[in-house]
């Protein structure tokens, strides 16, 4: 069973950029994975930020960008503001239909 | 406005059933796969399973198969999740979501509030 993995916590201080990542525990991520990335906030339901890799959903600052870097899919956040502090989940498609997600960053803002 | 409204939620028994609902607006729906994912409490995001714009093809995860079934009736711009045999894993908040496209390789963008399904006696 192929996990997806993520960074269990990140802290960045405002104004600074920080990137998360988004890995296989078996193989390296590409744009075949149509890698995605969702923010999501206590007691919110998630919200869109990147899909297919690199695009931005409606209503996303440009701060927010998605790559692939190296062998993991990542997100990368431009000038860190307070209320980025939130968990980021990422999903990437593995094939026949299935979708998996990672376990999450909480990422910190201070 | 795109907007997903989720229903039928609620305090089951183990083994037991129930069947959730998603009402879309504001987009083409027949035109968009869409998406159930579930979030236990206290826990991550977790993909439940897929239907395809036509409804013709479906896709579940391991936990759920055999269990659960994803249909969707374009005629009333709804989303179903029928659940049966119900475990007290399966206690989570259930979102519906919008894929932005047809296909099964599209991603979700847009998300319902949740709703929430508890399995307990």
């Known amino acids: ?110 | 406005e795109v907007q997903l409204l989720e229903s039928g939620g609620g305090l089951v028994q183990p083994g037991g059933s129930l069947r959730l609902s998603c009402a879309a607006s504001g987009f083409t729906f027949t035109s968009f796969a869409m998406t159930w994912v579930r979030q236990a409490p206290g826990k991550g995001l977790e993909w439940v399973s897929s239907i395809s714009a036509s409804g013709s093809s479906t896709y579940y995860t391991d936990s759920v198969k055999g269990r659960f079934t994803i249909s969707r009736d374009n005629s009333k711009n709804t989303l179903y999740l029928q659940m049966n045999s119900l475990r007290a894993e399966d206690t989570a908040v259930y979102y519906c979501a919008k894929c932005s496209g047809s296909t099964k390789r599209d991603a979700f963008d847009i998300w319902g509030q949740g709703t929430m399904v508890t399995v307990s006696s």
């Not at chain 1, 390296?28 to 990335?37: D, G, I, L, N, R």
């Not at chain 1, 209320?83 to 997600?101: K, P, R, T």
């Open chain 1, 1 to 110: 069973q192929t996990v997806v993995t993520q960074e269990p916590s990140f802290s960045v201080s405002p104004g600074e950029t920080v990137t998360l990542t988004c890995g296989l525990s078996s193989g390296s991520v590409s744009t075949s994975y149509y890698p995605s990335w969702y923010q999501q906030t206590p007691g919110q339901a998630p919200r869109t930020l990147i899909y297919n890799t690199n695009t931005r959903s409606s209503g996303v600052p440009d701060r927010f960008s998605g790559s692939i870097l190296g062998n993991k899919a990542a997100l990368t956040i431009t000038g860190a503001q307070a209320d980025d502090e939130s968990d980021y989940y990422c999903v990437l498609y593995m094939g026949s239909g299935i979708w998996v997600f990672g376990g999450g960053t909480k990422l910190t803002v201070l």
